[in-house]
């Protein structure tokens, strides 16, 4: 059972362009969500991540949106840059666990092109 | 530099034989983890210990071991009992388990696991 799904395999971008990542989860205890990004052979580096008591969080060019009502997320890239061609994972974790366990989606390859 | 150590970062084990993976940190984190990756898949939990001597089995914890007997390492043992080893296995870090802010926690170099 994927509890959280990131139904884009991959993305293609212009550099300059905005960059729109989705995810969306299954499970109505997920209260924290955190974007990484990871290159191959490597470990996932923190990005960004927001609390289900907001609905935006930004950081320089990236920015998340949370929609608990429909228990999605995107993160935004603008804009977007060659550099941050690698694969993004979304994660959520949940009220009652701990919050160092993640739940991961399947994550999405974004390829930024010059 | 603090940080999380993973060694060897390639490893091949033939059918049958236990292997284990190091993980050491520096950060003086309480709360530890293993991941493990398949291609085109998300990272799924083995294991976590949120203190010494103490740790609890994860999503898909069959087949591995784990133990914690110092702060600062938590080996990652691959049993002959795990029917598909081969992944990329990460290890992480977080100052506890209910640290809420998401930058705490960090994840190694990852170590990828052969069976030949």
């Known amino acids: 059972d994927q509890q959280v799904k990131q139904n884009s395999p991959s993305l293609s971008v212009q550099e300059g362009r905005i960059s729109i990542l989705n995810c969306d989860y299954t499970n109505s205890m997920f209260d924290y969500f955190l974007w990484y990004k990871k290159y191959p052979a490597e470990g996932p580096t923190f990005l960004i991540s927001?609390?289900?008591?907001?609905d935006k969080n930004e950081d320089g060019r990236f920015t998340v949106f949370l929609n608990k009502s429909a228990k999605h997320l995107s993160l935004h890239i603008v804009p977007s840059q060659p550099g941050d061609s690698a694969v993004y994972f979304c994660?959520?974790?949940?009220?009652?666990?701990?919050?160092?366990?993640?739940?991961f989606g399947q994550g999405t390859i974004l390829t930024v092109h010059p | 530099d603090g940080g999380i150590t993973q060694s060897p970062k390639y490893l091949f084990r033939k059918e049958g034989q236990n292997v284990t993976l190091s993980c050491e940190q520096n950060?003086?984190?309480?709360?530890m983890y293993w991941y493990r990756q398949d291609p085109g898949q998300g990272l799924r939990l083995i294991y976590y210990s949120q203190i010494v001597n103490d740790f609890q089995k994860g999503d898909i914890a069959e087949g591995y071991s784990v133990s914690r007997e110092k702060k600062e390492s938590f080996p990652l043992t691959v049993t002959s009992a795990q029917k598909n080893p081969t992944a990329f296995y990460l290890c992480?870090?977080?100052?506890?388990?209910?640290?809420?802010?998401?930058?705490?926690?960090?994840f190694g170099e990852g170590s990828w696991l052969t069976v030949v």
């Open positions: 992480a870090s977080s100052i506890s388990l209910t640290e809420l802010s998401g930058n705490t926690i960090y």
């Open positions: 950060l003086n984190h309480d709360a």
């Open positions: 994660a959520a974790s949940a009220r009652g666990t701990s919050y160092g366990k993640l739940t």
């Open positions: 927001i609390s289900s008591i907001k």
